[in-house]
T-cell receptor, first 112, second 115 residues
Framework: QKEVEQDPGPLSVPEGAIVSLNCTYS??????FMWYRQYSRKGPELLMY????GNKEDGRFTAQVDKSSKYISLFIRDSQPSDSATYLC????????????FGTGTRLKVLA | GAGVSQSPSNKVTEKGKDVELRCDPI?????LYWYRQRLGQGLEFLIY????????KSGLPSDRFSAERTGESVSTLTIQRTQQEDSAVYLC?????????????FGDGTRLSIL
């Protein structure tokens, strides 16, 4: 079993829809949770960075962390065609390990 | 400001050749990471530098892979005697200091193809 599981998609939604992207994980030591957006042939771009449980909002993006269920989510409101990309979740522990463990990414298509 | 810069952006080479990949981190970032992204897969951690020392090199897949860093600047990842399974995008990231409470910022990667 992988440490981080993420549905690869593709996920297709109409413009203006609310998008929900999710990851589950198995390592209870993870405390930091990140969402990256990756366009084709580009590097991952940091979208959201959260610590422990709770919600964080930034513009059209909301990140949620439920540590009791080992489940994290990214919501995109009023989705735009420019949001079409692969979304990667990543997580790390607080000590001893500085590396990020990534999900495989979910490919999102927002249709105009 | 300038982000993480990687070169070359693309590299095609024959099986058995050595390749060297370069990463210029964001100025002032002391921590530097290398990851590998195979087609359809997530990023795999390779090695972490704090300054010019590498406290975690647990992700290097074999002794054909090595990396070094000059001070708090440029890093090179070297793959000797390349194999077809080495074909992947190699991504470099930097952060202001080591520790998982600092977000990592990525370059656009080097796309390596082994013929």
């Amino acid at each position: 079993q992988k440490e981080v599981e993420q549905d690869p998609g593709p996920l297709s939604v109409p413009e203006g829809a609310i998008v929900s992207l999710n990851c589950t994980y198995s390592n209870s030591a993870f405390q930091y949770f990140m969402w990256y957006r990756q366009y084709s042939r580009k590097g991952p771009e940091l979208l959201m960075y959260t610590y422990s449980s709770g919600n964080k909002e930034d513009g059209r993006f909301t990140a949620q962390v439920d540590k009791s269920s080992k489940y994290i989510s990214l919501f995109i409101r009023d989705s735009q065609p420019s949001d079409s990309a692969t979304y990667l979740c990543a997580m790390s522990a607080t000590s001893g390990t500085y590396k990020y463990i990534f999900g495989t990414g979910t490919r999102l298509k927002v249709l105009a | 400001g300038a982000g993480v810069s990687q070169s070359p952006s693309n590299k095609v080479t024959e099986k058995g050749k050595d390749v060297e990949l370069r990463c210029d981190p964001i100025s002032g970032h002391t921590a530097l990471y290398w990851y590998r992204q195979r087609l359809g897969q997530g990023l795999e951690f390779l090695i972490y530098f704090q300054g010019n020392s590498a406290p975690d090199k647990s992700g290097l897949p074999s002794d054909r892979f090595s990396a070094e860093r000059t001070g708090e600047s440029v890093s090179t990842l070297t793959i000797q005697r390349t194999q077809q399974e080495d074909s992947a995008v190699y991504l470099c990231a930097s952060s202001p200091k080591g520790g998982s409470n600092q977000p990592q910022h990525f370059g656009d990667g080097t796309r390596l193809s082994i013929l």
